[in-house]
């Protein structure tokens, strides 16, 4: 099977297809992959955003109720199903019509005091959403004022050619954020009690308190020039309880530090803290805007709640946005005191559903490429073996019919529809069966003609030579003339036949010189004058010009004499045979024309065959042995030629011997 024909053309179309599946698949998972990728980072972005929107709901909203037009609003701008759900799975909101079931997997946890940080990985350390200000929130009245003391600050540092913008923090408390310009004061350094390491913020403003809920303020200034932040201080059991309004850890009798005044004055009559360096002071004031009501508050309940879990006394403290900090060793504590805090003021945890993830299907389903691969390899081997079956009939029509003909049927044929290759080999087998058929009936002819031509002077000579034996007749020497010829005959045909042989296998030695074709032709008309005048016929000669030709001027007499001799033959009485010779182009041309009866059209094609006579019963009166006229072409071929007949029946023939000139031919 691996010689099959078959075999070969379905195993190539496999492993065609293969490689072309193969290469289509990789091409196709690498283009995939990467439009997965890129649709991921869009998923990615847009879950982030819906997830973002929905955090500052919770965190502003103390409920989920009325987040359904705020649903319905994300749904529209993102184009996909939103859903949100309790963790109990009862519907808060969702964008689709008609109430259809959830989707078995969410996407995200919406919660504001435990932020997913894959969809928010700016989220805070401590996982609270930013915006969830709960207590700190400033009302309006306190907005206002504060907006108004910050607007004047950012008023005074611009006439300064200082750059400020105002910025709100979550709680609605203002703050400035400075940017580079020509008088930027150095930065101011941490607040007593914060984390080693923090980065200071420029007017940053701390509200601190300690364990036991008194408040402090002071402002950080980016130039301290006035005096220091005051180090905050705490109530330990078995202290002296503090005066409504002291400060804690001051001396007893000491007043209340909070200011009185504008931003950054040191209370009166409170010891001045060891001076630091300081810069030269600023005509602006860089102080924050001290802490209001709402906040001290907050930060009062937000002290309790951390003291409970760490166990002592804390510094809590406001940054400049309004959001409580404290010391890095107790940032854990703060986050749980923070959660407890804002817990009544945030919105519970919810189950967000987008619609991009209702199914949970694999983005490339391996089960679906393997069919597909499949359906493909049984079509391609399918078609393969419809293909290769219809290519391999034709083959094997023609075998057998080679098989037929070895075994002796010269009429083996083969019926080929198919156009192309296929149908050009069945044509080409029909051709050569044709001819190998052709040419075994001219081999039997051949034998045939070549038994019956030495059949019969073999015959004469036995036949009078057992005559002159048993003393019938007289071996004289008419008798020996006769035997005589009738040898010279077989002579003459052998010599044809050696002759032919040696044209067959490329052997006939030529030997050729320059020959001047006037003279040739009018040696030859000589010696053929004598037998056309014993058959009173006219023999002329002509010759146009003055050719000539490279060749051998013994064949070449041979074949032309042979073509005056069939003349001299076949012409009868009173009629005339004519030998021209003239140049055509290159060529030159030697015709031998008769007025004899002529060749039927359905016999010129075999005029040059070899024994062939148009009068079968091969009677010497009426022709020869059959190889004058196979040997003339034999010679033409020899030098270079060719040799061909024209005739009508009743007007004679012509038969014309076309050879290449001699360059040297004037």
Same mark, same amino acid.
């Given at each position: 099977?691996?010689?099959?024909?078959?075999?070969?053309?379905?195993?190539?179309s496999?492993?065609?297809?293969?490689?072309?599946?193969?290469a289509t698949?990789?091409?196709?998972?690498?283009?995939?992959?990467?439009?997965?990728?890129?649709?991921q980072?869009?998923?990615?972005?847009?879950?982030?955003?819906?997830?973002?929107?929905?955090?500052?709901y919770?965190a502003?909203?103390?409920?989920?109720d009325?987040?359904?037009?705020?649903?319905?609003?994300?749904a529209?701008?993102?184009?996909?199903?939103?859903?949100?759900?309790?963790?109990?799975?009862?519907?808060?909101?969702?964008?689709?019509?008609g109430?259809?079931?959830?989707?078995?997997?969410?996407?995200?946890v919406?919660d504001?005091?435990a932020?997913?940080v894959?969809l928010?990985? @700016?989220?805070?350390?401590d996982?609270?959403? $930013?915006?969830?200000?709960?207590?700190?929130?400033l009302?309006d009245?306190?907005?206002?004022r504060?907006?108004?003391?910050?607007?004047?600050?950012?008023?005074?540092l611009?006439?300064?050619?200082?750059?400020?913008t105002?910025?709100v923090g979550?709680?609605?408390?203002?703050?400035?954020?400075?940017?580079?310009?020509?008088?930027?004061?150095?930065?101011?350094?941490n607040?007593p009690?914060?984390?080693?390491?923090?980065?200071?913020s420029?007017?940053?403003?701390?509200?601190?308190?300690?364990?036991?809920?008194?408040v !402090?303020?002071?402002?950080?200034?980016?130039?301290?020039s006035?005096?220091?932040?005051?180090?905050?201080?705490?109530?330990?059991?078995?202290?002296?309880?503090r005066?409504?309004?002291?400060?804690?850890?001051?001396?007893p009798?000491?007043?209340?530090?909070?200011?009185?005044g504008?931003? @950054?004055?040191?209370?009166?009559n409170?010891?001045a803290?060891t001076?630091?360096?300081?810069?030269?002071?600023a005509?602006?004031?860089?102080?924050?805007?001290?802490?209001?009501t709402t906040?001290?508050r907050?930060?009062?309940?937000?002290?309790?709640l951390?003291r409970?879990?760490?166990?002592?006394?804390?510094?809590?403290?406001?940054d400049?946005?309004?959001?409580?900090?404290?010391?890095?060793?107790?940032?854990?504590c703060?986050?749980?005191?923070r959660r $407890?805090?804002?817990k009544?003021y945030?919105?519970?945890?919810?189950?967000?559903y987008?619609?991009?993830?209702?199914?949970?299907?694999?983005?490339?389903?391996?089960?679906?490429?393997?069919?597909?691969?499949?359906?493909?390899?049984?079509?391609?081997?399918g078609?393969s073996?419809l293909?290769?079956?219809?290519?391999?009939?034709?083959?094997?029509?023609?075998?057998?019919?080679?098989?037929?003909?070895?075994?002796?049927?010269?009429?083996?044929?083969?019926?080929? !529809?198919?156009k192309?290759?296929?149908?050009?080999?069945?044509?080409?087998?029909?051709?050569?069966?044709?001819?190998?058929?052709?040419?075994e009936?001219? !081999?039997?002819a051949?034998?045939s003609?070549?038994?019956?031509?030495?059949?019969?002077?073999?015959?004469?000579?036995?036949?009078?030579?057992?005559?002159?034996?048993?003393?019938?007749?007289?071996?004289?020497?008419?008798?020996t003339?006769?035997?005589?010829?009738?040898?010279t005959?077989?002579?003459h045909?052998?010599d044809?036949?050696q002759?032919?042989?040696l044209?067959?296998?490329?052997?006939l030695?030529?030997?050729?010189?320059?020959v001047?074709?006037?003279?040739?032709?009018?040696?030859?008309?000589?010696?053929?004058?004598a037998?056309?005048?014993?058959?009173e016929?006219?023999?002329?000669?002509?010759?146009? @010009?003055?050719?000539?030709?490279?060749?051998?001027?013994?064949?070449?007499?041979?074949?032309v004499?042979?073509?005056l001799?069939?003349?001299v033959?076949?012409?009868?009485?009173?009629?005339?045979?004519?030998? !021209?010779?003239?140049?055509d182009?290159?060529?030159?041309?030697?015709?031998?024309?008769?007025?004899?009866?002529?060749?039927?059209?359905?016999?010129?094609?075999h005029v040059?065959?070899?024994?062939?006579?148009?009068?079968?019963?091969?009677?010497?009166?009426?022709?020869g042995?059959?190889l004058?006229l196979?040997?003339?072409?034999?010679?033409?071929?020899?030098?270079?030629?060719s040799?061909?007949?024209?005739?009508?029946?009743?007007?004679?023939?012509?038969?014309?011997?076309?050879?290449?000139g001699?360059?040297?031919?004037?």
């Open positions: 099977m691996r010689h099959s024909l078959l075999a070969r053309l379905v195993a190539s496999v492993l065609i297809a293969v490689c072309s599946i193969t698949a990789w091409l196709a998972a690498r283009g995939t992959s990467g439009e997965i990728r890129q649709r980072g869009r998923t990615l972005a847009r879950d982030a955003r819906i997830n973002d929107a929905l955090l500052g919770a502003s909203h103390p409920r989920w009325g987040v359904g037009e705020t649903v319905r609003g994300l529209r701008q993102s184009g996909q199903r939103v859903a949100l759900a309790t963790e109990g799975g009862t519907r808060i909101a969702d964008s689709a019509p109430r259809p079931p959830l989707p078995a997997r969410p996407s995200a919406v504001p005091l932020v997913d894959s928010g990985p @700016g989220a805070a350390t996982r609270i959403d $930013a915006r969830a200000a709960g207590p700190f929130r009302p009245p306190e907005r206002v504060l907006r108004r003391e910050v607007d004047a600050q950012a008023a005074c611009r006439r300064e050619g200082q750059r400020a105002v910025l979550p709680g609605g408390r203002p703050y400035l954020r400075r940017e580079g310009g020509p008088t930027d004061p150095p930065q101011a350094t607040p009690g914060a984390p080693s390491g923090q980065e200071p420029p007017r940053a403003a701390f509200a601190r308190t300690s364990g036991g809920g008194a !402090r303020f002071a402002a950080v200034a980016e130039t301290p006035v005096s220091p932040t005051p180090k905050p201080s705490s109530t330990e059991p078995g202290e002296e309880p005066r409504p309004g002291a400060t804690p850890g001051a001396p009798g000491a007043p209340n530090p909070v200011p009185t504008g931003p @950054g004055e040191r209370p009166a409170r010891p803290p001076p630091e360096p300081v810069a030269p002071p005509s602006c004031s860089p102080d924050a805007p001290g802490p209001t906040e001290r907050a930060l009062d309940q937000l002290a309790a951390v409970q879990c760490h166990g002592s006394r804390v510094d809590v403290w406001l400049e946005t309004g959001t409580p900090a404290a010391p890095a060793s107790a940032a854990e703060l986050a749980t005191a $407890a805090q804002l009544p945030v919105a519970p945890a919810a189950l967000l987008i619609g991009s993830r209702e199914d949970g299907a694999p983005a490339i389903d391996p089960y679906g490429i393997a069919g597909v691969t499949a359906v493909i390899l049984v079509l391609a081997v078609v073996v293909v290769a079956t219809r290519l391999a009939r034709p083959v094997r029509a023609v075998t057998a019919a080679a098989r037929r003909m070895r075994g002796g049927d010269g009429s083996a044929r083969v019926t080929v !529809r198919a192309g290759e296929v149908g050009e080999l069945g044509a080409a087998f029909n051709e050569m069966s044709e001819h190998l058929d052709r040419m009936r001219q !081999r039997k051949m034998v003609d070549v038994s019956h031509e030495l059949r019969t002077p073999l015959s004469n000579i036995r036949g009078w030579l057992e005559a002159a034996q048993d003393g019938v007749a007289d071996l004289g020497p008419a008798l003339a006769s035997l005589v010829e009738e040898a005959l077989l002579q045909i052998v044809d036949l002759q032919l042989a044209a067959d296998v490329g052997r030695r030529l030997h050729p010189e320059p001047d074709v006037a003279d040739l032709v009018e040696q030859i008309a000589t010696v053929y004058r037998a056309a005048e014993a058959a016929l006219a023999l002329t000669a002509e010759v146009t @010009g003055r050719p000539h030709l490279d060749a051998d001027p013994v064949r070449l007499r041979q074949a004499g042979n073509l001799a069939n003349a033959r076949y012409t009868p009485a009173g009629g005339r045979v004519s030998l !021209r010779a003239y140049a182009g290159d060529d030159v041309l030697i015709e031998v024309a008769d007025t004899g009866p002529g060749i039927a059209p359905e016999h010129l094609p040059f065959d070899r024994f062939w006579r148009a009068e079968k019963s091969r009677s010497r009166q009426t022709g042995s059959g004058g196979a040997i003339v072409r034999q010679l033409a071929e020899a030098h270079g030629g040799a061909a007949v024209r005739s009508e029946p009743g007007r004679g023939a012509t038969f014309v011997l076309r050879l290449p001699s360059p040297d031919d004037a």
